[in-house]
């Protein structure tokens, strides 16, 4: 019964982080070409500058 009781908390403990994830309000944003990302990236897709984080969303 331990096995399952730590499946059951790991299984718990994931829901929750993505839960979490799912629900942050970080942005990325150009500085250049101020096109906004959910998701990190070195360079901007669209033109190529480095991109910087910036919390909520516009």
């Known amino acids: 019964m331990g096995l ?18 799912a ?4 942005t990325f944003q150009c500085p250049a070409c101020d096109e906004q990302f959910d998701n990190t990236h070195e360079h901007c897709p669209e033109c190529g500058e480095p991109m ?7």
């Not at 009781?5 to 839960?19: D, Y």
């Not at 910087?52 to 516009?58: C, R």
């Open 23 to 26: 629900n942050s309000t970080d």
């Open 4 to 21: 399952f009781n730590e499946l059951g908390r790991q299984v718990e403990e994931f829901k929750q982080t993505a839960k979490n994830a």
């Open 52 to 58: 910087v984080e910036s919390t909520g969303k516009d």
